[in-house]
């Protein structure tokens, strides 16, 4: 778990470094509440960037606000990975497939999700 696109890359280039090449994809968790915030700063073990947070936290009285700070700050998060040549993100969608797909539809990753349940065949 991580914050900052900087930390994901400082590991990566130090497993290389160490010629360990295998598969490492990134955690992206969208932080669209309070709530999802403080849980992330608790499973990551880290304080939050400032800059991130008082980004987030200033919505902390508009909730739709502050979600669409979140959606965004993660699209941020996943436009840097992708440019450094990071070949996948992994989403931790905390059972909230609509903030996940926002983030997705707009890195343009792939087709669109799709909003209905696959068959079971």
Known sequence: MFFAAEDFLR????LAARHCHAPLLPGVMPLTTEKVLHKAIELAGVDAPPKLAGELLRYSDNPRALRAAGIDAAVRLGER???????????????NASTTRAVVEALRLGRAVSREPAALT
């Open 11 to 14: 590991l990566r280039d130090r």
């Open 81 to 95: 990975l992708l440019r450094e040549g990071v070949p996948a993100l992994h989403f931790y969608t905390l059972n």
